[in-house]
């Protein structure tokens, strides 16, 4: 069964639609305290750049087996050739990416000190995109969708101002047209206009902010009914929410039914790109035929797995196929 499964992953063309960005670190080590402000020195001994946000799905779908298929905004600016090359660094088409002349390329750099996150610095600009490049993106989305195979489609929303709520109504209908799954990474922003899709994945907090709330003043009952009126609210399949140290849940509109399970025990090194993973696992999941109790346990273990790696982390097939194994998913 682990067999079919990753050969099913590895004939999957999936596009991933969202905003990218560049995770920086800036890795060394403090000695001193600043004589300017009592704020501790960070001697730099170590940088490196990855793929982060809709680009680090499209290189989990990659080490998974399948084919993603990009399709994001950058800038013209320095920063973008930066991430062209890490791109084409990866193997990874970019001729699916719009270049504007109104927006930064996102970049975040996380400062490492002695091991430990000492500060993160965001540099983007997060306004919507103009009704004119709007309209690019949906051209050059159209044209991907017409001249290619997809079997997929993954919203991977950071609030950037990639994702708009008519680009979501237009590709969810071109989607329908062509019975093309769509799964979902949300954000705040847009929280409310995926109507009708596959899969809903928020995390715990996601869900809560996206609903108002605050996510320590709900029980799992309370979490269960809002994911319950939600679902049913807005059409949704599967609504999926991880919830970190409390595992995860999984809402099935057709049955009316709900299916948790606990996390797995793990060393944490670093939770940054998890949510990527578990979204880039499920999809391929669902694609695969799996049923969506399976779909969730696989996922909940390979966001689990990543966490165990420093940095951005794309999920290793080989150690995903283990623990498959390991946790008798299949049995």
Not at 70 to 76: A, D, H
Not at 297 to 304: C, K, R, T, V
Not at 305 to 321: A, D, F, H
Request: net charge negative; with cysteine; aromatic share 8%.
């Amino acid at each position: 069964m682990i067999n079919q499964l990753i050969n099913k992953f590895a004939s999957s063309t999936v596009l991933v639609i969202g905003d990218v960005m560049i995770d920086a670190y800036l890795k060394g080590s403090v000695g001193r305290i600043s004589p300017e402000a009592p704020v501790p020195i960070v001697d730099v001994e170590e940088r490196y750049y990855r793929l982060g946000g809709a680009a680090n799905v499209a290189i989990n779908l990659q080490s998974l087996g399948a084919t993603p298929l990009l399709c994001s905004v950058i800038g013209n600016d320095e920063k973008s050739h930066e991430f062209l090359s890490l791109m084409k660094e990866h193997g990874l088409a970019t001729d699916c990416l719009y270049h504007s002349d109104h927006r930064k390329t996102t970049i975040k750099y996380r400062i490492l000190a002695n091991a430990r996150q000492v500060l993160r610095v965001d540099d983007e600009d997060a306004f919507l995109l103009d009704d004119e490049e709007q309209k690019a993106f949906l051209v050059m989305l159209q044209q991907v969708m017409n001249s290619r195979r997809v079997d997929a489609i993954i919203f991977e929303d950071y609030d950037k101002g990639v994702i708009s709520a008519p680009l979501i109504a237009q590709v969810v209908a071109w989607a329908k047209e062509r019975n093309i799954i769509v799964t979902v990474d949300p954000k705040k922003r847009n929280f409310a206009h995926y109507q009708g899709v596959d899969m809903f994945k928020p995390n715990l907090k996601e869900l809560a902010d996206g609903l108002e709330m605050k996510a320590q003043q709900l029980p799992m009952e309370r979490v269960e009914q809002l994911m319950r009126d939600f679902a049913q609210k807005c059409g949704i399949r599967y609504l999926f929410t991880t919830m970190s140290e409390k595992g995860v849940a999984l809402y099935d509109r057709e049955r009316d039914s709900f299916f948790t399970q606990p996390a797995y025990l793990r060393r944490i090194s670093d939770v940054s790109g998890a949510g990527d993973t578990v979204i880039s696992v499920a999809t391929l999941c669902l694609l695969a035929g799996l049923q969506p109790e399976q779909t969730a346990q696989i996922a909940n273990l390979a966001g689990g797995i990543v966490c165990e790696y420093s940095g951005v982390t794309p999920i290793p097939l080989q150690r995903l196929k283990e623990e498959i194994l390991t946790n008798h998913i299949f049995e």
